[in-house]
């Protein structure tokens, strides 16, 4: 297996002008007829496949598997990793196509093109085996475009399980028992701060106030599918979203986050829950690798330090969405040999190379007839969560918008806006890039 790195990073301003793209654009298309019912043959000797870099080690080991099963070379090109969407849609829009794609199975995805550009795989074998989530993600129109096979990422709440039991407090369920654990180690552990922010690295402000706040909406009503059908606003009367941003300003304003949340990164969040300088930091559940770093690479001190909770507005519920790490997408390149040899791979890596990726990563299978791994402490708790109650991450389709929440969110954090204007602003990012993008009814 041969690895690259894609030569320059692109402005991100690309992406996003690429991400409101009109998806009827024209694309490349191949006149082949190549099978996409699960019978497709390795015909090429070689493949192309752009990745994201921050790819686990049982994503890629899932490539040379392949390679040693087949005999095919595989050629990893690694975008950059400053510039992932962005540069994957500018190389896109000027017509470069890999043979297999690893992207986002949320609508960032629908700025690619698929129906033009990509392989329907609706009728491969594994599109029954995980239902339940392409009929969420990794489809548009009806049609699935993507073979997901990594567990999806959760997002709630890391804690330190040592903290919480020091001080008598349980797992929060919430956000009046986040508001609880807050006044309590004020009161107790001055010292400790309660949820860390880490407005530095930007992404991470959007879990509190949105993808955890708002899953009670998506579980409830799917708040998001009303925002794209006109039902709802953003900015609407007794808007769960305004709610949530005025929750989240609270525990600012009442001293719940570090003091330097306008700049924090995440990664010192992770080494303070990790130390117990900090009770707690939202972030998705594929960063528990990186806890266990902080704490020695010893997976039994880390199942023992850190535990993970889903407050949600009105009770536990976990919001998830697909990770870009193993999701992957057969474009049209107008060579049959090497779509059909990227189709027979989509088949073998969710078929008998499912599996062993399985056993690697240590994830929950979403593919029906693999066997769970045997996993204890934060991963079977995680498993639990999917399991128990979840919501698809309200922001994931939400098209404009969610490449914005976390400039708004910066903002919000800073003091420059209020939840309101922040509200109002998702609200034309929305109907802007919807109507750019065709939506129906848009």
Partial sequence: MKRFIAASAVAAVAGLAAACSNPGASGTESSSDVPTDGTAEIQAQELTVWVNPADPDAVMNVWTRFEEETGVSVEIIEMPADAFESGVQTRWTSGERPDILEYHATSLFWALNPEQNMYDLSNMPFVEREREVLDAAGSLNGKVYAAITDSPSLFGIFYNKKVFEEYGLDVPETFDDLSSICSTLQDEAPDVTPIWESGGSGWSTQIVPGLMYMSTAQQDGNWAQQVLDQETTFDGADSPFVDGLTRYKDFQDEGCFNSDAVTAQFEDGIAAVSGGDAAMIALPTGLIDQFQARLDDDLELTNETIGFAYPSAGGAVSAWAPNVAGTWYVPRTGDPE????????????????????????????????ADAPDVSGFRAEVADAYEESTAYAFNSNLVGFNVEFPNYMTGLLSGAETPQSVAEQSQTAFEQAARAAGLPGW
Avoid: M
């Fill in 338 to 369: 090497r779509e059909s040899t990227a189709l027979a791979f989509i088949q073998w890596a969710t078929e008998e190379g499912y599996q062993d990726f399985v056993d690697e990563s240590g994830s929950f299978p979403i593919l029906e007839g």
